[in-house]
């Protein structure tokens, strides 16, 4: 129900704000910078150059210049070193660790396999990732695998994969040729986490064609689901050309391995079990679809006498509906009608007399039909146009209702199917022409009786009765419960694979799928393409899509993506809509910079770990987060009074910590953090646990209340910038939670700290600031310790200083 609220809204409301259908998307008056070639520009020159550490302080001092701006000075050591951790791995500098040389911190921080733990949780907000399906009739709500995909993530992100190979693993690694090593198998994660909504096929598809465009392109292309884009120039062919892509790809039933199986008894015990169990799923499946298809072909006019009865009545696609045994099915019904609709544009000479009939009402068949009949085989126009057998089954007289051309139709089709089966050489067609194209309206590779053989819960639409139905659902259920719980069980990659044929896609008029338009090829973005756009060759065409948004020539693939690490370093992007680089995204206040960034991280093998090194070894990103001058009335050096917003980046921007990096800052701070990786979920929240939250599980239906008081994203939806927010449930949590006062009376009872009180102080303050004490923090907590504090007045001491800003903000 879910799914058809969404789809409702969409279609009538118009979530995008829904605009009358054009010929045309709209186009730019003058050409959009986002859509332009990527330049290289030349670092300007600037009179400061004492300040100036990389080309990227060119670009930021330059601008400062012309508005008599000054920039902050250089944040001091230990601000620094505390930045650069957490800025790199999410987590606070070993105590009394030191900071002489940066540039060696920041390549150990590169190296450290925390580094990806961290910047995974980026991309996973990308990726919308979750451990479970959300909304779902039958099936499993849990994805068992999905821990496989966020672990490629970190494992890639460690690796330095390059961002181009990233990105097409994730869309088309099943398309590659990958040699012995099928770890990148589970990349396709990407597409196949999303959420399922109720196992409507339309937004599961709609969700793919979102986190693909907006995901890694910044374009909001299902803006074009039911109409033209309003702002940007993205036609809803587009949309539905991407459509044909996604739609020509489905899940397995079983996930593929991507580990080699070792040689244990156990593992050879687990395999056998399995084969039997898919086994006995595929022969119940081929036995049903025979059965199916054999009904569809036999029963011919029934099936045409049920789609002409509700031809006055909304298509619908429910298949999920109980009918009685041996009654015809409702998916094939669906089937039929969608055909004949092609049939009736396409003005198949095999349809061309139902058409005309069944167009009449039937108050008015009798006194009409004879009109239509003069029409049909009296006229010279329509009668070179009707398929021959068709033309002699109807042209002797006219008939009295709609029913005698139902049961002819059928008779023909009988008679059809008894001189097919009567011919030895399957291999060939009917001799006669006008035979064969009715013999394919029964065996054509489209026809309504074949329907798509396919495993998976969405079979279940195809089976109409109960007792089959129940049959099938322990079927499956015994698949998937051994694939996760028997004993010897691998980890299984979370795939798409192409199906043969592939879909020829149609437009959907308005977004209903049950009024289809126009075809539209398996293609790229118009936008993107230019004049030399051609439609994809090889199968669904996921391959080629990656490699078209992977390009070096793709003006957003790279624009975006470094202006998002931009914005995860300094808490706002050149460009503030990271998601939108449309006509309505704001401008970026450095474009020459974005550009400079953008073709020096392609020229730089798209390397996300080299964009780390130039943003962080600049003086722009070492800067203080405070100002002089900023608390001064001068107009004409206050930076404040001229740049509130600090757009032009004269300080650097002072930042909460998002919840993993807090919550793995204090688990790290009590010397229990657990270094192991990977590996299925586990329950961060309740109680201490010593894993990264990135290990802790994601519930699409049910997200914790903490995590959504500390802005964690809706997981049903790619995110590629968390909104900050101030509300009092933050600090409660901080204050009262059971949870932190764990962390605190852990911090006090470390058993590396000193037994002296001033040096207990003085290390609680290297371990939880990377600083020495002052000398009035150092009274101030002789204040409230007293001389002989107990165990429960150091815990009171830590959780203190937890509760301040030094250690959840980032300076």
Request: charged content about 25%; some cysteine.
């Amino acid at each position: 129900m879910k799914g058809w609220i969404k789809f409702i809204a969409v279609a009538v409301l118009g979530l995008a704000g829904c605009a009358s259908p054009q010929t045309n998307a709209p186009r730019a008056e003058a050409p959009h910078w986002a859509f332009e070639p990527i330049r290289s520009p030349e670092p300007p020159r600037v009179q400061n150059e004492a300040w100036v550490q990389n080309p990227i302080d060119r670009f930021i001092l330059a601008k400062l210049e012309a508005a008599n701006v000054q920039p902050a000075p250089r944040a001091p050591n230990h601000v620094l070193n505390r930045r650069t951790h957490f800025a790199l791995t999410g987590l606070p500098p070993e105590p009394n660790s030191t900071f002489r040389n940066p540039h060696s911190t920041l390549e150990k921080l590169l190296a450290s396999p925390r580094y990806g733990e961290h910047w995974a949780r980026h991309w996973l907000d990308v990726a919308r990732y979750a451990d479970n399906k959300g909304y779902v009739f039958f099936e499993e709500n849990t994805f068992p695998w999905a821990w496989t995909y966020r672990d490629y993530v970190i494992r890639s992100l460690n690796a330095d994969k390059p961002f181009n190979q990233f990105i097409i693993e994730q869309l088309a690694a099943d398309q590659l040729d990958l040699g012995d090593d099928k770890t990148p198998l589970t990349a396709l994660g990407f597409l196949t986490l999303g959420a399922r909504f109720s196992g409507n096929i339309y937004d599961i598809l709609d969700d793919r064609i979102d986190v693909t465009t907006r995901g890694l392109m910044g374009l909001t292309v299902s803006c074009a689901r039911c109409h033209d884009h309003k702002y940007d120039p993205i036609p809803t062919a587009d949309y539905y050309s991407l459509y044909g892509v996604f739609r020509s790809a489905s899940e397995p039933t079983l996930q593929p391995t991507f580990e080699p199986a070792p040689d244990t008894e156990e593992r050879r015990a687990f395999d056998t079990e399995m084969k039997n169990r898919l086994n006995a799923l595929e022969e119940f499946v081929a036995k049903t679809r025979t059965g199916i298809i054999t009904t569809a072909r036999t029963r011919t006019a029934e099936y045409l006498g049920a789609v002409h009865a509700k031809r006055n009545q909304p298509s619908t696609e429910n298949f999920m509906l109980l009918t009685d045994k041996g009654a015809i099915n409702p998916y094939v019904i669906h089937r039929w009608e969608m055909y004949l609709k092609t049939a009736r544009r396409e003005r198949d000479p095999v349809w061309i007399v139902w058409h005309r009939f069944a167009a009449l009402s039937d108050n008015e068949f009798a006194a009409r039909a004879p009109t239509v009949h003069r029409e049909l085989f009296a006229s010279t126009a329509l009668v070179h146009l009707i398929n021959a057998r068709v033309h002699s089954a109807f042209a002797a007289a006219p008939p009295k209702t709609m029913k005698e051309i139902v049961d002819g139709y059928g008779g023909l089709f009988k008679t059809i199917d008894a001189e097919w089966k009567m011919q030895r050489d399957k291999s060939a067609c009917l001799a006669n022409a006008d035979a064969e194209a009715l013999r394919q309206v029964l065996y054509g590779q489209n026809s309504p009786p074949m329907i798509p053989r396919r495993l998976g819960w969405g079979f279940l639409a195809l089976i109409p009765d109960r007792p089959d139905q129940a049959i099938y659902k322990k079927l499956i259920k015994a698949v998937e419960q051994w694939s996760m719980t028997g004993k010897g069980a691998p980890p299984r990659a979370m795939v798409l694979t192409d199906i043969d044929p592939p879909h020829d896609p149609v437009i959907f008029k308005r977004g209903n799928p049950h009024q289809r338009g126009e075809p539209v090829p398996r293609q790229f973005l118009e936008l993107l393409s230019g004049a030399e756009r051609k439609p994809f060759q090889n199968g669904s065409g996921r391959l080629e899509l990656a490699r078209a948004i992977a390009s070096p020539k793709n003006p957003l693939t790279a624009r975006v993506i470094v202006n998002r690490v931009w914005a995860w370093h300094f808490g706002r992007g050149l460009v503030t809509t990271p998601s939108d680089f449309g006509l309505r995204s704001e401008p970026p206040s450095h474009p020459e910079l974005l550009d400079w960034l953008a073709t020096d991280f392609i020229k730089n093998g798209w390397s996300l770990k080299h964009l780390h090194r130039r943003i962080m070894t600049s003086a722009t990103w070492q800067m203080a987060s405070t100002h002089p001058v900023e608390m001064t009335n001068d107009q004409g050096s206050n930076p404040k009074l001229i740049d509130a917003d600090n757009r032009l980046l004269w300080k650097f921007n002072r930042r909460r910590l998002g919840f993993e990096s807090m919550r793995d800052a204090l688990v790290a701070v009590t010397g229990q953090l657990d270094p192991k990786m990977g590996g299925p979920p586990v329950n961060v929240l309740g109680g201490f646990n010593g894993r990264r939250s990135i290990y802790g599980r994601i519930n699409r239906m049910d997200l914790a209340p903490v995590l959504r008081a500390f802005d964690f994203p809706d997981p049903n939806l790619t995110c590629a910038r968390r909104e900050a927010t101030t509300v009092s449930p933050q600090a409660l949590y901080l204050m009262n939670n059971t949870t932190i006062a764990d962390y605190a009376k852990r911090i006090a009872t470390r058993k590396d700290l000193p037994t002296g009180q001033t040096e207990k102080v003085k290390q609680l303050y290297e371990i939880l600031f990377a600083r020495a004490p002052e000398s009035d923090e150092i009274d101030l907590s002789k204040n409230y310790l007293g001389k002989k504090p107990d165990a429960s007045k150091w815990q009171n001491f830590v959780h203190a200083l937890l509760l301040t800003n030094e250690f959840t903000f980032i300076d």
